[in-house]
């Protein structure tokens, strides 16, 4: 990361395209997730690099679900253990939630990769690795979670997801929040909090917002909850994206 000027004008775009190759490199991301991550670029780009204000709004009424639930999750996959590492288990600590390990194309070598790298960066328990239980409606290896873990949360975090598992877990009956910067991706449009802003953005902020939410009360954190709409967020991302106004 040494090799990038700060002060180059796409500093965070070449800061995020090198942390997935060295993601590829350390065994932590899959060859795919580099094509995700240049599909992520382009939608970033047209957004203006920036978190536009519906995304801030929804990441304050994720960081109050978050701190409102019993059992919230935040899902980790390769090219989030290769972005946010620190930032995630920030996230957990900050708002009670467990972090737990769940991969598009699972290999035990990539699972224990993962789960290394997220400890190094302060995770202490990681989730993902019993992969006991499974989500209903999915096809067996990408249905693949922890009994005590995703299964059994009433909140999950779910960065980049996949639009079929988005979908499955969404009927659950999770409170699911996606975090994806394309808005007419399907795991975003089944959200029931869609957060289009790049992850690297995003949780950092929802961590600062539940820092300043932690104090508030119950009722507080539900009318935060009440006001948001789902399709007035994907609305605004999108006509942020059509406007062409950088
Ligand atoms: P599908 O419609 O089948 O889901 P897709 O193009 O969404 O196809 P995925 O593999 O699900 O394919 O793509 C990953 C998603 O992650 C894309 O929607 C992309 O915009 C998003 N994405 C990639 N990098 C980031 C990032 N840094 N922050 C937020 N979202 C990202
Ligand atoms: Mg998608």
């Given at each position: 990361e040494e090799e990038i000027p700060e002060d180059h004008p796409r500093y965070q775009d070449l800061l995020t395209r090198h942390r997935i190759e060295k993601g590829v490199e350390k065994g932590i991301?899959?060859?795919q997730g580099m094509h995700a991550e240049g599909r992520g670029s382009a939608f970033d780009y047209l957004l203006g690099e920036a978190t536009i204000p519906s995304a801030d709004d929804a990441e304050r009424v994720a960081a109050a679900h978050l701190l409102l639930a019993d059992h919230p999750v935040l899902s980790i996959n390769g090219n989030v253990a290769a972005l946010v590492p620190g930032e995630m288990v920030e996230l957990a600590e900050a708002t009670g939630a467990d972090l737990e390990i769940n991969l598009f194309n699972r290999t035990p070598e990539r699972i224990e990769a993962i789960a290394d790298h997220l400890r190094e960066h302060g995770a202490e328990d990681v989730k993902?690795?019993?992969?006991?239980a499974r989500i209903p409606n999915l096809d067996h290896q990408r249905a693949k979670v922890d009994e005590d873990g995703i299964y059994a949360a009433d909140v999950v975090v779910v960065p980049l997801e996949d639009g079929d598992r988005a979908e499955a877990l969404n009927e659950m009956d999770k409170t699911e929040i996606v975090i994806d910067l394309?808005?007419?991706?399907r795991s975003p449009q089944v959200a029931d909090v869609p957060i289009v802003d790049n992850i690297i953005r995003a949780v950092p902020n929802m961590t600062e917002h539940a820092r300043v939410l932690a104090d508030e009360d119950e009722d507080e954190l539900q009318s935060i909850i009440e006001t948001f709409d789902r399709e007035t967020a994907l609305e605004q991302a999108e006509a942020r994206i059509r406007s062409g106004e950088l």
């Open positions: 991301t899959h060859l993902g690795l019993e992969a006991d394309n808005p007419l991706s």
